[in-house]
């Protein structure tokens, strides 16, 4: 069994390291997966916009996908169908992630939405920080929420193979469809007010979703 240095444990600082042990001991968790998520958190740390909407899933996939593959050794799952399917799940999750902040950043004259898909559409900061609500702004959510969506949808895609026992990880779908739904019903403007209010209905989707035993 792996037994991480303490290193890695000092390189947390938001208090979850004793937490981490104690998963790490009991569930014998992949050494790579957590030295991932420390990695390139640390590597974010200077608050860079991503490049590319490419730089964006990649951080995704270092983070929320790692997570994910985490979770699922916790649940006894090691197949590669449902690390496939976390890989895309995780992928989306960071992008609305980032989608989700785009208000607060603003609000604080930062942008990190990806400059590639800002600069084909002829965007700059300056129209995110002024929150515009013209249609190159919303073209660029379109385009970032769009690969989102993909993404939910190849994880579906080979849902058969998956598990039963891997749903449960699985279950933060029921949020990311619930955001990406307000999103399109607001047109893509990140900055409506109906995507900073909770769902209230969200406990009823997770039963729902839970007892389908689908994600």
């Known amino acids: 069994m792996w037994t991480p240095s ?20 009991k569930h014998k968790l992949t050494k790579r997966w957590l030295t991932r998520i420390v990695d390139e958190r640390e590597n974010n740390l200077d608050n860079r916009a991503y490049g590319s909407l490419k730089d964006l899933e990649t951080y995704a996939e270092n983070t929320q996908s790692s997570l994910l593959y985490l979770i699922l050794e916790t649940l006894d799952v090691r197949d590669v169908h449902s690390d496939h399917a976390a890989s895309h799940i995780g992928k989306a999750h960071g992008i609305i992630t980032c989608l989700r902040a785009v208000p607060y950043h603003s609000s604080r004259r930062q942008v990190f939405l990806p400059v590639d898909i800002c600069m084909l559409h002829g965007t700059s900061q300056e129209d995110f920080i002024r929150c515009s609500q013209e249609k190159n702004v919303k073209d660029v959510i379109f385009d970032v929420a769009s690969q989102a969506h993909v993404h939910l949808e190849h994880a579906r895609s080979f849902k058969r193979k998956v598990q039963g026992k891997a749903f449960a990880a ?34 009823l989707y997770f039963y729902v979703r839970s007892w389908k035993k689908t994600y």
């Open 170 to 203: 699985f279950n933060i779908t029921v949020a990311l469809d619930s955001y990406l739904k307000k999103l399109r019903k607001a047109d893509f403007n990140i900055f409506h007010p109906s995507l900073q209010r909770k769902n209230t209905l969200l406990p």
């Open 6 to 25: 303490p290193d890695i444990y000092c390189r947390m600082r938001n208090g979850t390291a004793p937490h981490w042990h104690k998963a790490v001991q």
